[in-house]
């Protein structure tokens, strides 16, 4: 069964304090993997996607990372307006007029000033 | 440009009484897609559409039908609500894979707290 799964559920950090966050997966074939961000309230809004092992992706404070069984969502020396639910979903496709998209269901970031 | 909206924001029913929840995107975009949000569930995809006049079954599509009748506006339609239904909808938008291409990532709405008594 393809199945998305992150970590840790909630996670608090001082400001300035670097960690990162887990999405592994296991899917039949993996066409994508998306993060995204949602704030309290609003609809999630796209981050990063990447294709293929290896693949890297950075945005400001933020950098994203694949591997065959998982991504990391790296957050170096983060701000109180980080905090956020982030959300982590993989596209499989078993044709091309078939669609699955699964999300995981997210990390909740706290960032202390 | 306001992207994807979504009407109403909140609603509450009554067991057995039926509501459409209407979303709309100014992005000209060719796919479109109805989720339910619920608490330690996840995001979990209803139904989509990948063209006008298309639609197309996702994880859970018992109790919900929808329409896709004008590529900018897709429907959710809730023929009969059940307290299970009680959730928040969102609606997203991407513009389409082209063939041997990557997908393309989603645009959501602000979504809509449906409560159902």
């Known amino acids: 069964e393809d199945q998305v799964t992150q970590s840790p559920e909630a996670l608090r950090l001082q400001e300035g304090e670097s960690s990162s966050l887990n999405c592994s997966y296991t899917?039949?074939?993996?066409?994508?993997l998306f993060w995204y961000r949602q704030d309290p309230g609003k609809g999630p809004e796209f981050l990063f996607t990447?294709?293929?092992a290896g693949e890297e992706k950075e945005k400001e404070r933020l950098k994203a990372t694949l591997t065959k069984k998982e991504s990391f969502l790296h957050i170096t020396a983060p701000k109180p307006e980080d905090s956020a639910t982030y959300l982590c979903a993989v596209q499989v496709s078993e044709n091309i007029r078939t669609y699955k998209y699964i999300f995981g269901t997210g990390t909740r970031l706290k960032v202390l000033a | 440009n306001a992207g994807v909206t979504q009407t109403p924001k909140f609603r509450v029913l009554k067991t057995g009484q039926s509501m459409t929840l209407l979303c709309a995107q100014d992005?000209?975009?060719?796919?479109m897609y109805w989720y339910r949000q619920d608490p330690g569930m996840g995001l979990r995809l209803i139904h989509y559409?990948?063209?006008?006049?298309?639609?197309a079954k996702g994880e859970v599509p018992d109790g919900y039908n929808v329409s896709r009748l004008k590529k900018q506006n897709f429907l959710l339609g809730l023929e009969s609500a059940a307290p299970s239904q009680t959730s928040v909808y969102f609606c997203?938008?991407?513009?389409?894979?082209?063939?041997?291409?990557?997908?393309?990532?989603?645009?959501f709405g602000p979504g809509t707290r449906l409560t159902v008594l």
């Open positions: 992005m000209n975009h060719e796919y």
């Open positions: 899917v039949s074939g993996l066409r994508g």
């Open positions: 990447l294709y293929s």
């Open positions: 997203a938008s991407s513009y389409p894979r082209t063939s041997g291409g990557p997908y393309n990532e989603q645009f």
């Open positions: 559409s990948v063209g006008e006049g298309t639609t």
